[in-house]
């Protein structure tokens, strides 16, 4: 079974300063990989997804996440966030051919001027 | 294109009680997840439909049942009400598939007085 852990329940940083969420995630078979971000009172938005190539993906708004196999590891990171980025960040894990998306408890990230 | 719909956005119901929830799927998309999430918490998964058939289930207990119909929309069925399922809940749609990405609703939220 897979698990999902985010190393930080709150990140808050300044406007323009650079942002890392961390993610490590757990699984016995191969996976793919997942960040969402979720504004208050909305659902989730699909922020990037890594399914197979290049270990460095890019999504919208900005963010990057790299995928390292080696650490399970799948940080999402900004060099330089807005206050609209405050909001709820969820990385989450799905087998190949998988049905369930397996989240962690999320990142509130704050961004304060 | 349109997006994920969800309905109601919000309910009110009491202890014991049944409820209903609907979702239209993205357009082109033939399978429909469904998530709960409590409040500071992740998603957590209940369910999926593929062409009309359950395709994967959570560790959720009976008295939570869905459908999904020939145009691929869904509902979501829960009886015999707790002051436990009040949550958000969300629905995803996706291609049937290996690759699982899931684009979300704006969710329903159910409070359970």
């Known amino acids: 079974a897979q698990s999902v852990t985010q190393l930080d329940s709150q990140v808050p940083v300044f406007e323009e300063a650079p942002v890392e969420l961390r993610c490590n995630y757990s699984?016995?078979?191969?996976?793919?990989l997942f960040w969402y971000v979720q504004y208050p009172n909305q659902g989730l938005q699909l922020l990037l997804k890594?399914?197979?190539?290049?270990?460095l993906v890019k999504g919208i708004n900005g963010f990057e996440a790299e995928f390292n196999k080696s650490q399970t590891s799948f940080h999402l990171r900004k060099p330089s966030v807005h206050i609209s980025d405050t909001a709820e960040y969820f990385c989450?894990?799905?087998?190949?051919?998988?049905?369930?998306?397996?989240f962690g408890k999320g990142t509130t990230l704050s961004v304060s001027s | 294109e349109t997006g994920v719909t969800q309905s109601p956005t919000h309910l009110i119901k009491t202890r014991g009680q049944q409820v209903t929830l609907r979702c239209s799927s993205q357009?082109?998309?033939?399978?429909v997840s469904w998530y709960q999430q409590a409040l500071g918490q992740g998603p957590q998964f209940i369910f999926q439909?593929?062409?009309?058939?359950?395709?994967g289930r959570g560790n959720f207990p009976p008295r939570f049942s869905g459908l999904q119909f020939p145009n691929y929309s869904s509902e979501l069925n829960v009886n015999a009400l707790e002051l436990d399922d009040s949550a958000l809940y969300l629905c995803?749609?996706?291609?049937?598939?290996?690759?699982?990405?899931?684009?979300f609703g704006a969710g329903t939220r159910l409070s359970v007085l």
């Open positions: 995803a749609s996706s291609h049937g598939g290996g690759e699982n990405i899931q684009y």
């Open positions: 357009s082109g998309h033939n399978t």
């Open positions: 439909y593929y062409r009309e058939e359950e395709n």
């Open positions: 890594y399914l197979s190539g290049s270990t």
């Open positions: 699984s016995s078979v191969s996976v793919y």
């Open positions: 989450a894990v799905s087998e190949w051919a998988g049905t369930a998306l397996i």
